[in-house]
């Protein structure tokens, strides 16, 4: 059975509707339209079917018969307009859909118009697209001033342009764009006239509308645009308002979106020449072409725009809407240099007064950013050093809004951007990266795969250690920064779930000069080179670790360090990859607290050690001071082994001569004795609270790395041979039988098993255990006559033909 969901009584309760029902309903709904009842009823049916075909998401299938109503309805002439809107809210929701037979033709009106036209363009199939596209611009070319209202037909052809650019004819885009370029600019300044009410004191002694304000209260001087405030407004400005809303769009579909190189050329005499300016500046603006009409009304209009977005609004919604209207004329304002190159010299100085303004003001923090990016392309044209802009987005903005999600995902965009990506802008942003990383703290998981994609770019040699460190310690950042907003608010304003309030400890430690020095290494700015153990720190933060987006950002960091180790596998050399294999030996155990956190980095950080060894085999023998001391300090594996078992593997691979000439009989047995020190010790402890139960895979990559060591010290396969022999009776005994499973132990016995029958024939197991480079290579895993396989069955044959030849 289909199950919807729908309000029931308009008081919010659940409803299953099931497929019987929804076509009961249907009838119904069918049998009030076809009578003409536009009644409550009606009204609160189709309000209720809206929400049962919205509110699932399944295919949305509803009776042909009503379908069909639906439809008429909403062309009908006598229809009304709250009903019409219905019918085509769930028309939209229908689409695309068989069923459908709207046409522009049943439209009777303009209104009726924009409704059908949603429908279409929900529906998407292109022919429709461009025969309603044409049809709306045959009423938008209408110039009656008492005609039909337009502004709901300026959406529908924003729409269209995007969908289907080559829909109208270059005569009708000539056309909209000379009108878009009129209702942008010649708006009426004064305020819609009220509606007569009717009575005794009406139209003869009715107030004059008056002219529209500015947002600070004052009477506007200059022409309308979206900023203007007013208590009534005409159609003009509305369509007004509207244009500028799909100004953007309609420039990126009519006009040339980046000028080519031959044409640049041509024109860089024109835009250097300071008559040409002032030429461009004075040209009569009726004589332009329509497009060239366009993008002087919108360089006019946005020129506005940026000097009312520097008044103080009197309200906080239009605060919110000045900050809107200059991102967004900004953002035109790019388009309009990258189109027209001769535009940047009219528009230099109004941005760099904006620029000067928005560096002093934190509340515009995200109006800046596409001010940096239009010097970013622009900058080196119009001779502008625009390096303080970023070097304020850099250091301030992260700092200060890392709590901002929508900044921080448009932040982490205009990081991406390739021509940030190339010069000294790419070391500043490699510098910064400590500050970029506040706002993947506070929002992992929205920003997870935008650095995954980034990391690439911000890593490199003399910054990839120091970053692995900020990656591990990003749980305990997420902390920090909690904390810190928290700092900021009365204990009064936080809720009692805070747990800041719980433990008021968190806040006196972020205030204890002991612990200053740590918090402002965790919360620094710039990349400082130097790292330090943030233990203490985490025994501080530990009463959030509990929190929501502490966890939330624990289970990104290994998909983060993936990503890290992917790049930086790329350009390592042998002494950042000694560097790295030690600083996971040492972070293995220094990580924030954090549930199931320790274990999922053990797992990565154990995949990357192998690695980096095979990156630089050699670091086996450089920090076998280092390796010995990781080994022998354990007291035995933590939780699942990860770090232990690539660790001791790595020992066993490449602690040989043919990696590293360096290795000595000494080292082997140095290595053999920790090892068999370590393998008694996780045999034979009983498990406990502090002790776990060692892994099967911890004993069994220690057995095997034990045997390629005596392999390569013959002196050691004597106690080898006794240890692995003491391993499988161990794995008999009934004493372990509750310890490890059957299966394990079975595993045990063969591995013990196999290992004594290849020391046999040391030449043999040497063979096996430590292959040369050359039997490493593809073909001795694909020639039947060379493969490891032929040799491991050779020995077999071997030991067997010897086994029966023994007397017995």
Not at 296 to 304: G, H, S
Not at 491 to 516: F, H, I, K, T, Y
């Amino acid at each position: 059975m289909l199950l919807l969901l729908a309000f029931q009584h308009g008081m919010g309760s659940r409803l299953e509707v099931g497929a019987e029902e929804l076509g009961r309903f249907c009838a119904r709904i069918s049998a009030l339209l076809e009578a003409e009842d536009w009644g409550p009823d009606t009204l609160d049916a189709l309000r209720r079917l809206f929400l049962i075909v919205a509110a699932t998401k399944y295919s949305r299938r509803l009776d042909p018969a009503c379908v069909a109503q639906l439809q008429t309805a909403l062309c009908s002439p006598r229809c009304p307009e709250r009903l019409q809107l219905l019918c085509a809210a769930v028309l939209r929701e229908m689409a695309p859909s068989d069923s459908l037979s709207l046409s522009c033709d049943h439209a009777q009106s303009a209104r009726q118009l924009g409704l059908v036209a949603s429908v279409l363009l929900a529906q998407g199939d292109p022919q429709q697209v461009r025969t309603m596209g044409q049809r709306v611009m045959k009423v938008l070319e209408s110039r009656q001033p008492e005609g039909p209202s337009l502004t709901h037909l300026l959406p529908v052809m924003s729409k269209v342009a995007s969908l289907a650019p080559d829909a109208l004819p270059e005569e009708q885009t000539k056309a909209l764009s000379k009108r878009l370029g009129d209702w942008l600019r010649y708006a009426s300044v004064q305020q819609g006239a009220a509606h007569a009410s009717g009575g005794f004191f009406s139209a003869p002694r009715a107030r004059q509308p008056g002219p529209v304000t500015e947002v600070d209260g004052t009477v506007a001087t200059d022409f309308f645009t979206v900023l203007s405030t007013g208590q009534r407004f005409t159609e003009d400005q509305r369509l007004n308002v509207q244009a500028f809303s799909m100004l953007r769009a309609w420039l990126l579909q009519g006009g040339p979106a980046y000028p080519s190189a031959t044409d640049a050329d041509d024109r860089s005499e024109l835009e250097g020449s300071t008559v040409s300016v002032l030429s461009a500046a004075s040209t009569t603006s009726h004589l332009l072409p329509p497009a060239e009409w366009l993008r002087e009304k919108a360089l006019e209009y946005c020129q506005r725009l940026l000097e009312q977005s520097g008044r103080r609004a009197l309200r906080k919604a239009d605060s919110d809407l000045q900050k809107a209207c200059l991102v967004e004329a900004v953002l035109v304002l790019d388009l309009l240099c990258r189109q027209d190159p001769a535009f940047l010299y009219r528009v230099l100085p109004c941005l760099r007064a904006l620029r000067t303004r928005l560096c002093g003001d934190p509340a515009c923090a995200r109006a800046l950013l596409p001010v940096a990016r239009f010097f970013l392309r622009h900058g080196e044209a119009a001779a502008v050093d625009a390096d303080a802009v970023y070097q304020h987005l850099f250091t301030r903005i992260p700092s200060e809004h890392f709590h901002s999600p929508m900044l921080a995902f448009e932040f982490v965009q205009f990081c991406r951007d390739p021509l940030l990506l190339l010069g000294s802008n790419l070391d500043l942003l490699k510098t910064s990266f400590p500050n970029l990383f506040k706002f993947l703290a506070w929002s992992s998981p929205a920003l997870t795969s935008e650095f995954v994609a980034l990391l690439p770019v911000l890593v490199d040699a003399g910054t990839a250690v120091e970053m692995l460190h900020l990656l591990l310690d990003l749980p305990s950042l997420t902390a920090a920064l909690d904390l810190q907003l928290r700092s900021s608010q009365a204990a009064s304003e936080r809720p009692l779930w805070d747990v800041s309030v719980r433990a008021p400890g968190c806040l006196e430690a972020l205030r204890d000069p002991q612990a200053q020095g740590l918090f402002q290494q965790l919360l620094r700015a710039k990349a400082s080179g130097t790292t330090e153990r943030l233990t203490p720190l985490h025994q501080l933060l530990q009463p959030l670790a509990s929190c929501a987006r502490v966890v939330q950002c624990a289970q990104a960091v290994p998909t983060l360090l993936r990503a890290f180790f992917a790049a930086v596998t790329q350009f390592a050399d042998g002494a950042l990859a000694s560097r790295l294999a030690l600083l996971l030996l040492e972070r293995s155990d220094a990580l924030f607290q954090v549930e199931g956190y320790e274990a999922d980095v053990h797992r990565v950080l154990s995949s990357q050690f192998p690695a980096l060894c095979k990156l630089h085999p050699q670091l086996v023998v450089e920090q076998a001071k280092e390796l010995l001391e990781f080994v022998g300090s354990l007291g035995g594996p933590s939780g699942t082994g990860y770090m232990l078992t690539s660790v001791v593997w790595a020992i066993g691979e490449y602690l040989s001569v043919s990696w590293d000439r360096r290795c000595t009989a000494e080292q082997i047995s140095r290595f053999f004795e920790a090892l068999e020190a370590l393998l008694f010790e996780v045999t034979q402890s009983r498990p406990s609270a502090a002790l776990p139960k060692c892994p099967l895979q911890v004993i069994t990559v220690l057995m095997t790395t034990l045997t390629k060591l005596a392999s390569r010290s013959q002196d050691l396969i004597p106690r080898v041979s006794l240890l692995l022999s003491k391993m499988r009776t161990l794995a008999q005994s009934p004493a372990v039988g509750p310890v490890h499973s059957e299966d394990d132990l079975g595993a045990v016995r063969t591995r013990a098993t196999e290992l004594l029958n290849l020391l046999k024939m040391p030449s043999v197991a040497q063979f096996v255990l430590t292959p040369s480079v050359e039997v490493s290579q593809p073909r001795y895993h694909r020639d039947s006559n060379t493969a490891l396989p032929l040799a491991l069955d050779m020995v077999s044959r071997l030991l067997e033909r010897e086994a029966s030849l023994l007397p017995g």
